[in-house]
């Protein structure tokens, strides 16, 4: 069992910048490979980016290639999400998640955060 909590959201400027984090519960961390996805409004959840067990993995949506940085620390069972040159688009609730496999499809994904709010003003 994994329990996932998101921290860092709120409301920013466009071309502003967020940091995400997600820390885990359990002496596990390092044998799930983690992602965060987000959702919008009136929208279906949606991949933004996912990192491998080691870290030395890293995928991202096009959207937020560029411009987003996953990167986590297993020694302190946290996952991290840079965000720079935030567009408003970008509005979400982010959720991270933790999975066996490392991959881009919701479903591959066991446990899941409470999300938090990232809100992009123009």
């Known amino acids: ?3 996932l909590v998101e921290s860092g959201g709120g409301l920013v400027q466009a071309g502003g910048s967020l940091r995400l984090s ?3 519960s359990g ?3 390092s044998s799930y490979a983690m992602g965060w996805f987000r ?3 009136g929208k279906e959840r949606e991949f933004v980016a996912a990192i491998s067990w080691g870290g030395g993995s890293t995928y991202y ?3 937020v290639k ?3 940085t996953i990167y986590r620390d297993n020694a302190k069972n946290t996952v991290y999400l840079q965000m720079n040159s935030l567009k408003p688009e970008d509005t979400a609730v982010y ?3 933790a999975a066996l496999r490392y ?3 919701a479903t591959m994904y066991d446990y899941w955060g409470q999300g938090t709010q990232v809100t992009v003003s123009s």
């Open 39 to 41: 959702q919008a409004p």
């Open 27 to 29: 002496r596990t961390f």
């Open 95 to 97: 959720y991270c998640a």
């Open 22 to 24: 997600c820390a885990a």
């Open 66 to 68: 560029g411009r987003f």
């Open 61 to 63: 949506a096009d959207s």
């Open 103 to 105: 991959g881009s499809v």
């Open 1 to 3: 069992q994994v329990q």
